[in-house]
């Protein structure tokens, strides 16, 4: 019996010492370890295949729809790093890969409870800032996203093909899509629709191109710049 | 991509024998990923024993960007790559495993001890056996390096068949056995927390299950114990089930619920007092 309260006082040790962690800041906030985020995001860097029209960021994402998204920020934080990051309208930030963060054992942190938000990191197609997007090199890039997913994630993506794109802009916004062909152009409605396709949420006015009926040499012209141009996969 | 699948790594934080090499994971060049903990197991005393006991033990895995590890009492080489272009994905490389000593009060699976918990025993390592100690009387078995090497295939990020083979020297030379594993992580809803399930078998050369549960003409002219050969073989069943908690970035509490059962003639040893053990663990762990 002796022996076990032996153990048990060394374990409240233990604990007590945890307490007094210098990142103790840390149980108020959402937070992902830099290093298990390093792990996820090397891939995209290290394993091969063209990827020079997809990008990869990492998203915050609420837990529960609807949470406020106003003065959120994004840090990574540890005892030798300090960077903020920014996010855009979609709460997607640019994670560099610092070996310094990675040896400091950092941290990204959000300023929100951590049972608020969540991370993941997404790939999806390099928006073009002038609108124009061919047909052939959309084709190129879903194809791009498709071998990069099937790497990661191959029982999901097996067998999988792509079949067109989603263009996700902001929410109240109204974009003109336009599809040309020859001397032809035919305008793309935009509906109401998640940022990523097959998700939830319903905020964002969606323009969606399948590309099984057009031929080579269509191009899509948009107005404004997508916050997310994704690859339908199915 | 959910983040929590990288905390695949977290899996190997096991102070017992059974330790696997950790996933080999990509990082910086240069870079290492070290966890040190303390805690407490529950444990038979020995292979077979009745008796469980509560100890202080270390935890121990270290990862270096050149593929080298320590997980528990395991050494070892990555000489695969961190990152495979496809699935499945296999990792080997040479290993060294430490057998640590058994002598009359049992395993001695770490230098610190806390003694018994069992509220009969009367001293550390008489267990309230009709037939007393049964290791009293037997030789003790010195602590001893295997060596040899492991073979893991990861067909998807989730699941993973681990294997070693590991010979003997020193006190246990001669001695050859196999292991094999399959490792699952389960998906948990929480940020933070990782739950895996394990199960897996060892087989062992005649040499190796003599060492543990033989029985020696001079052991039983000693011991209370009827001379005993067993024969090689499959001789342990187990499962486990490993809950890690992410505390913070630097601080994970690691808890293992396990369940060993002795299987052959090992399992027919006079030494063995029961065939089916639980073993529970829990540790505190710090990341460097």
Not at chain 1, 105 to 126: E, K
Not at chain 1, 201 to 219: F, I, N, Y
Not at chain 2, 111 to 117: C, E
């Amino acid at each position: 019996m002796k022996s076990a309260l032996r153990t048990l006082a060394l374990l409240v040790v233990c604990f007590a010492a945890t307490s007094q962690s210098p990142a103790q800041p840390l149980q108020e906030s959402a937070w992902w370890s830099y290093r298990d985020a390093y792990r996820a995001l090397v891939r995209f860097d290290k394993l091969g295949k063209p990827k020079h029209l997809i990008q990869q960021r990492m998203q915050v994402q609420a837990r529960t729809p609807g949470a406020s998204t106003e003065g959120l920020r994004l840090r990574l934080q540890g005892s030798q790093t300090a960077l903020e990051l920014p996010l855009d309208a979609a709460l997607h930030a640019q994670v560099p890969l610092l070996k310094q963060a990675y040896d400091d054992n950092a941290a990204l942190v959000l300023n929100r409870p951590p049972a608020a938000f969540g991370f993941r990191v997404r790939v999806s197609i390099t928006p073009r800032a002038d609108g124009a997007y061919e047909l052939s090199e959309l084709r190129a890039a879903c194809a791009q996203v498709l071998a990069f997913q099937q790497q990661v994630n191959p029982e999901h993506y097996r067998n999988k093909r792509c079949t067109g794109v989603s263009l996700a802009f902001p929410p109240g916004s109204n974009p003109a899509a336009t599809l040309r062909q020859a001397d032809a152009s035919k305008p793309l409605p935009s509906a109401l629709g998640p940022l990523y396709p097959g998700e939830s949420d319903r905020e964002h006015p969606v323009v969606h191109l399948h590309w099984e009926p057009m031929a080579e040499g269509t191009q899509l012209r948009t107005t404004g710049v997508p916050l997310v141009v994704a690859a339908v996969i199915e | 991509m959910k983040p929590l699948l990288t905390t695949l790594s977290l899996l190997c934080l096991a102070g017992s024998a059974q330790a696997q090499a950790p996933v080999f994971e990509p990082m910086p060049e240069g870079s290492q990923d070290i966890f040190l903990g303390l805690g407490a197991g529950y444990r038979p005393r020995y292979e077979g024993a009745r008796e469980q006991r509560l100890r202080a033990e270390p935890l121990i895995q270290a990862s270096w960007s050149n593929g080298l590890f320590v997980s528990g009492l395991q050494a070892g080489w990555h000489l695969s790559e961190s990152l495979a272009p496809a699935w499945p994905r296999a990792e080997w490389g040479p290993l060294l495993n430490l057998q640590p000593p058994r002598g009359q009060q049992g395993r001695s699976w770490f230098a610190d001890s806390l003694g018994t918990l069992s509220g009969t025993a009367m001293e550390p390592g008489l267990a309230n056996d009709p037939r007393g100690n049964r290791l009293q009387g037997m030789d003790r078995v010195d602590a001893c390096l295997e060596g040899g090497g492991f073979f893991n295939l990861r067909p998807a990020a989730a699941w993973r068949l681990t294997q070693s083979l590991l010979g003997g020297t020193g006190a246990c030379s001669g001695s050859l056995r196999w292991g094999a594993d399959l490792q699952v992580l389960v998906p948990t809803p929480a940020p933070h927390h990782s739950l895996s399930v394990s199960a897996g078998l060892s087989w062992a050369n005649a040499r190796y299950t003599q060492t543990y549960f033989g029985v020696t003409e001079q052991e039983s002219a000693r011991s209370r114990n009827p001379v005993h050969r067993p024969d090689g073989g499959v001789h342990e069943v187990r499962a486990q089930l490993r809950w890690n908690w992410l505390l913070q970035p630097d601080w994970v509490l690691s808890t293992a619920l396990e369940f060993k059962r002795l299987q052959g003639s090992a399992a027919r040893s006079p030494l063995v007092e029961r065939a089916g053990a639980t073993h529970l663990s829990t540790a505190l762990v710090y990341r460097f």
